[in-house]
């Protein structure tokens, strides 16, 4: 009767070491020095048995480049074959090898100021932050006025969403154009009081806009309504502070001053 214990299942599953296989330690170090140089090639770590008469054999990996890593040659010996040949050469990581980062798309490892010149930045179709921007109801006639819908702002096919929005102004608010930068704190008066100060359409105007003063450093960017520079257009200019002449000496002429005149019993107390 069959075990069906789970030693007995592992032992069942655990293929034989092919004893030629096993002692083709020089076969496998030469074929790990012919992948990469003698001189990178370590000690013999130990072998594993692979599957019916494949082995294979580990090395110490000596170059610099590849610390913690290991030489990995399997070897196989054909069914009733007495020679043993080299199956592959690859070099495999240890527990302590230095391993390149998980793989990241592309789409999460871009940060703002990537993109360059002649780049092409995709949106995707379900983007979170676009929603359609009209639906043509013209049919199949083409009788769209297209014309109309530039001058009524349809003219796009998908616009901001409402997480596209928040998005956006949570990212302009804590940023340099927000109120908490030091130019902000300082500055005599907030942008919404500004004179140079153009609000954004939609409902962004509710707390953006843009600055038009080309003396400001936020110039052509859109900044919150809170925040503010010393180019306020309201800014008052302080009057310079006028300086005291410095005294004048005269060394030539002398005025004659009274003083009091001691009798000579005076005289004699104070002697």
Known sequence: MRSSSPAAARRSRTPAVDAAAAAAVDLA???????????????????????????THYFVCLDPA????????????????????VSESVLLPGD???????????????????????DLLPTQADDERLVPGFTDTSGTSGETDEELFWELGLGR?????AEGRD??????????????????????????TCGFFVPLAGSLRQGFGVCANE??????????LDHG???????????????????????????????????????????
């Open 96 to 118: 302590d090898a230095m391993l390149s980062p998980a793989w990241v798309p592309w789409s999460d490892r871009l940060r703002p100021g990537d993109l360059g010149p002649g």
């Open 215 to 224: 003396y400001a450093p936020d110039d052509g960017r859109v900044v919150s």
């Open 66 to 85: 590849y610390r913690g890593w290991r030489w990995a040659v399997s070897v196989v010996r054909a069914s009733r074959a007495k020679n043993v040949t």
């Open 29 to 55: 170090r030469a074929a790990a020095e012919d992948t990469s140089a003698p001189e990178y090639v370590g000690d013999h770590l130990g072998l594993l048995p692979e599957g019916d008469r494949v082995v």
């Open 167 to 192: 998005q956006a102004a949570a990212r302009w608010h804590s940023g340099d154009a927000g109120p908490a930068t030091p130019m902000a704190r300082s500055a005599p008066a907030h942008c919404a």
């Open 157 to 161: 096919h998908r616009v901001l969403s």
């Open 229 to 271: 520079c010393g180019a306020h257009s309201e800014a008052v200019v302080m009057p310079a502070a006028a300086e005291s002449a410095p005294p004048i000496v005269d060394e030539l002429g002398y005025d004659v001053m009274p003083s009091a005149t001691l009798t000579d019993e005076e005289a004699l107390g104070h002697s």
